[in-house]
């Protein structure tokens, strides 16, 4: 039995570290600091889909299922539910790319934004609200 909670908990950090990649843009325009979190998760989601290999959270899982008697990926809720976004039908080469090719650009608009109202914010806006380079003495 506790093969299949530590089965699950795995499932819920992988669900947790997708969102990650794909929306913790959004916590950088907050806490711009964060982006030394976020920018290395993203570089290793879009890695992972533009080469096709698997996250090591997946072989993971899946030997914790296995010990637990439990088979692929089917079952409760959480096997439902999340495993379902973690694994989609139809994932196919094509479709990895295209999620990589995705989660670059989602996040350079994020990344783009917050550097953008960033600079406004400090009154380092030049025309058009892009940064403006530091004055030289």
């Known amino acids: 039995m506790i093969f299949l909670w530590l089965a699950a908990l795995v499932a819920l950090v992988h669900l947790g570290f997708i969102l990650l ?8 325009r907050r806490r711009p600091r964060f982006a030394w979190v976020h920018l290395p998760a993203v570089a290793w989601g879009a890695w992972i889909e533009f080469t096709g290999r698997v996250c090591p959270l997946t072989p993971l899982e899946r ?4 010990r637990a008697g439990a088979g692929g990926f089917s079952g409760d809720f959480l096997d439902h539910y999340v ?7 139809g994932l196919t080469r094509d479709v990895q790319i295209a999620l990589g090719v995705a989660v670059i650009v989602v996040n350079a608009i994020v990344y783009a934004r917050a550097i953008r109202g960033r600079a406004a914010r400090t009154g380092n806006a030049g025309p058009g609200g892009s940064p ?6």
Do not use: H, M, N
């Open 21 to 28: 990649v794909v929306a913790g843009g959004w916590l950088v």
């Open 63 to 66: 030997w914790l299922r296995a």
């Open 83 to 89: 495993v379902s976004l973690i694994y989609p039908p």
């Open 132 to 137: 403006r380079a530091p004055a030289l003495p």
